[in-house]
């Protein structure tokens, strides 16, 4: 009988022939779970849900054989049962990166057009630069049934995207302001006017934050004075530039994500998108103390939209995932998580009360008086006009 | 002879190459290439939707040194705050390097480790812990009420001087290890022949010990002025975005305007102010102030 504990090479080979047997082990145990729910296109379409169609053959399979599929989206805001649900059915593996902000993300395809994302969600802004350059494809209608079948018309041939060729609809903002009602009076007659945002300060103490996004913020003010958010006349962006520099002492900071200071009470009125509050509020507490304000003349208006940049390897899987997010149940998931308003017309029955509150205007037909950033605004004279009353602002 | 004497220089070269190499390959990747690549896009022009034309132009640089007060102002904002950061840090950072080198004794080690560590967590966490403590509600606002010196949290986060006081929290502990490092330099023989000669305690620091860290002084100031002076995450974070410093125009430029060209002709203009700076410190602190940061 040989000593276990002195032998070196007999315990070298007891450890080596453990770790190859837990080794397979785990291989066997992570490819029984990470098999995919369906393997041929015949499952697939056996599988979809009621209400769903499927992608065609082609796009299914053109899909499943790219393996993965890269994103390019925001950290933490879509709920991470709809990547995880995708990857579960499909068997495709979703290559995540994440994005501080768009015009930092439109930096990246600014320095290299050819960024491999298959994938990326974004805004009008960077759509309309995209488009210019020549490095989204066109979306291929007969690859997403689905959307097809529940976008809402009225924002498919949205201004954002003429003839509806590059984007497909998947949330949509109102960029207003948020009112924290611990502090302040929710029945304040100037609520919710923009006159209580850039007035209000006797109220609010000066613990306002303005979103640190130039063309939201310039663009929020001409709509305050009573202009088009997308005005170039150069003496209305002159009042515009006077409106914040009156404004300026009030503002405590530019910050585009002051939840922590939401939170804490360190801000009392913050403008931004409006949902993106409903989540902190839950977290406050039984009662909400956040209320959102729809200035009754309008605000700016931000679609969410899904583009398919030429240099990803995948395209086929972004036509799946696409078709995938617009079934009802997966979309109600994305709406009830982040509580966004969409053009989705399948889940009407499927959202909670409390997100339909806050992802609705209060009044019918908001929307039309709410208004998209366009090319002027951050084109040519219009860029340069915004850009001289930033710069001065932050002297 | 000549020909032996170069054949041992080249010889002698060879010799340094395994090691020199490798530092100096990689000095070149990272240091030079990246600043050669913005110098070179510096002086591209622009297209009318944002992107870069291959062809010679100038017209940045006309833009940034002509076309406004704001981006010089942005400049000599940042150099007061790095300058104001660094001489904080020297009265900060002096009394402390001195007191851990002269009083410190078994315990020198500890002080050290002290100084160093906070800098040993990302510089990220590094500013929201600073937020948290001077913050609203933060832990020093709850201090004063407490103690009843206020009545209602004070404000200090989102100033000009919580910037500054962000970069002397960040940068503090690399004014303080150049200027240790000179202090435990220094020959004891000479401060006690410096006494035996008659100094009195303050005549000995202002004639003997003051001269001889002249080197960590200086290196200290090229490790805490230079990167101040292009910080642009504490002004964001702790200055809440109200007042830019020249690293807030460039990140403005390449990633709000999208002028690419424009943000690397303001990167080599800062640049070129830094090399400037390093020189000057090399040439009044000497060769040693290079050695303490080395």
Known sequence: MFNLRKNKKVRFVYFMSGLIFFLAFAFMVNSVLAAPTVKTYKQYVASIPEGCKPVPRECFEKAVAGKTFAMYDWAAWWPEEIYKGFEKEFGIKIVRDNYPNLDEALAKFRLNPKTPYDFWLTNPKSLWYMKNWKILKTVNHDWIPNVNRYMAKDVQNASWDPGYKYTVLTSLGYDAYVVNTTFINRNDPRIPSWKFLFQGWD?????????????????????????????????????????????????????????????????????????????????????????????????????????????????????????????PHKFATLINAIAYGHGHTGIKDLTDESVKKWMTPPEEGYREKCEVLLPPAFTGEGEKLRAGIWEKLKK | MAASKTFMKIKTNLQLLPTVGPISIWIFLFVFAPVAVIVFISFLAAGPIGEILPRFSIESY??????????????????????????????????????????????????????????????????YALKQLVGYPGILNNFLLNLGFISSPINILYTPAAVVLGLIYIWLPFMVLPIYASLEGINPALLEASLDLGATPRWQFFTVTLPLTKGGIFGGTILTFIPALGDWLVPLLIGGNRVWMAGNLIQHFLVVRGKIAMASSMAVILTAAVVLLIYMFIKLGGEESMERIV
């Open chain 1, 203 to 327: 109220v609010y103490k000066d613990k306002l934050v303005m979103r640190n996004e130039m063309n939201r913020v310039i663009g929020n003010t001409l709509k305050y004075i009573g202009c088009s958010l997308n005005s170039t006349n150069p003496k209305e962006l002159e009042e515009a530039e006077k409106v914040l520099v009156r404004l300026k002492p009030h503002i405590m900071a530019f910050n585009s994500w002051p939840k922590r200071a939401v939170m804490a009470g360190e801000v009392w009125i913050v403008e931004g998108i409006v949902h993106d509050y409903l989540s902190l509020g839950k977290l406050a507490g039984p009662e909400n103390p956040f209320l959102p304000a729809y200035p009754p003349n309008g605000c700016l208006l931000s679609p969410m939209l899904a583009v398919i940049p030429k240099g990803g390897n995948n395209p086929a899987a972004a036509h799946l995932f696409l078709n995938y997010l617009y079934r």
């Open chain 2, 62 to 127: 006309r833009y940034l040194l002509f076309g406004g007060s704001e981006y010089g102002r942005a400049v000599l904002r940042s150099i007061l705050y790095a300058f104001v950061t660094n001489m904080v840090c020297l009265c900060v950072g002096f009394p402390m390097a001195y007191w851990i080198s002269k009083y410190g004794g078994k315990f020198k080690a500890l002080f050290l480790f002290l100084v160093i560590v906070p800098s040993w967590s990302c510089y990220i966490v590094r500013i």
